[in-house]
């Protein structure tokens, strides 16, 4: 489901579009959910970017932290 993992800026829009097609009760929409670990990973790259002119070493550290995040397996996907 590369297309549609939360991370990935193209298929973010993608997902939000198959879930307006089939309405919120479709398998995508249960499969994604609240979508935490997505909204979170996209708050800390944004800040990752904008603290990179700050200092770099900040900008590696957050996106280690996000990799961490993804290391750990997703639950909702699993589930079906």
Partial sequence: ???A????LRGHPL???IIRADGSSSPV????G???KGRISLVIYAAAVGLAFVS???????F?????????PDRRLSRQ
């Fill in 56 to 62: 770099p070493w900040i900008a590696y550290a957050l």
């Fill in 29 to 32: 929409a249960a499969a994604l």
């Fill in 5 to 8: 993992h939360p991370t990935n």
């Fill in 34 to 36: 609240r979508d935490f």
């Fill in 1 to 3: 489901m590369t297309l």
């Fill in 15 to 17: 997902s939000l579009a």
């Fill in 64 to 72: 280690a932290t996000v990799s961490v995040i993804w290391f750990v």
